[in-house]
């Protein structure tokens, strides 16, 4: 059988309408085509769809079945085109956007649920990865965009501030280090640490540092979010490196100090990043446009 959605939507004028002729003048169609058409229907589904008399027609058992699925077909095929039309416009689907620890935990939460909560029937697939990493998979075309730090190289590409992100080492008020306002990150690899768990972007951001600096920093233990490591740093177990955000959310119910960080790659603004605007999808154009709404 070889129906169209043409055919289907023909037939249920007719049976509708409770004639040929009818069904032909809500179709907007010459009687003779239609009558020809249903003919037509009838030989491919191999079986009389029709009963014909002088006052109309009245559908036969499997014309009634084809009545009943046509109808089906045609509210599935409606909603399949509301889709479609929902994901031309951006209004549905799932976005994929990386972004690096601090734009995760501090930054992206209070930005991103307003636009989402007028966005019902759109999601986003948030993840977590370093900023050189999420570099990597833009510059080779494997994400549209993401969130990083502009303290590493992202040469070719857009990136656009949105908010500062500089790192703060935190220590307990009765550590040696508690007098000072600043300190070089050399200076304190030696510390005893509390780090955050492994595989997080921000945590392996740090340790590279140290990498390049032929150190290794000793983790006392590790903590899953920032407020679990400043209530451990508050209790004197060890020292700390974390966005300045959180530590300031959190330094009143935790009592600690905060030393500035030297270094040039610990002074970070948070940047969006994509290749070409025009490239980017509808959707992630309205995502980026409101994320950078408050730079």
Not at 102 to 111: E, G
Not at 113 to 118: D, S
Not at 212 to 229: H, P, Q, S
Request: with cysteine; proline share 3%.
């Amino acid at each position: 059988m070889r129906f169209d959605l043409t055919d289907l939507r023909l037939f249920i004028c007719v049976v509708d309408a409770g004639s040929i002729t009818a069904g032909a003048r809500q179709a907007n169609l010459a009687l003779a085509s239609v009558s020809e058409r249903i003919s037509n229907i009838e030989s491919d589904a191999g079986v009389a769809l029709l009963v014909r008399s002088r006052t109309g027609v009245i559908t036969t058992e499997a014309g009634e079945a084809l009545a009943h699925h046509a109808r089906l077909i045609l509210k599935q095929h409606g909603l399949l085109q509301g889709e479609l039309r929902d994901f031309g416009a951006g209004a549905r689907g799932t976005l994929l956007l990386y972004a690096n620890t601090a734009a995760l935990t501090d930054f992206l939460p209070k930005r991103l649920a307003p636009w989402l909560a007028q966005r019902p029937r759109l999601n986003i697939d948030l993840k977590e990865r370093t900023s050189t990493e999420i570099v990597k998979m833009i510059s080779s075309g494997l994400v549209e965009a993401g969130v990083i730090s502009d303290a590493i190289d992202s040469t070719g590409l857009i990136i656009q501030p949105v908010a500062s992100d500089h790192l703060v080492l935190i220590v307990p008020l009765m550590h040696r280090l508690a007098g000072l306002k600043a300190t070089h990150f050399a200076d304190v690899t030696g510390e005893q640490f509390i780090g955050l768990e492994v595989g997080s972007a921000l945590q392996n951001h740090i340790d590279e540092h140290a990498t390049e600096l032929g150190k290794t920093l000793a983790f006392r233990i590790r903590m899953k979010n920032f407020e679990d490591v400043c209530q451990m740093v508050s209790q004197g177990v060890g020292v700390a490196i974390v966005p300045y955000g959180a530590a300031r959310r959190f330094r009143s119910r935790y009592p600690l100090k905060t030393l500035r960080i030297s270094d040039d790659w610990a002074r970070r603004q948070l940047c969006l990043c994509f290749q070409q605007w025009h490239k980017l999808s509808s959707p992630m154009q309205s995502l980026l446009t409101h994320l950078g709404g408050g730079a």
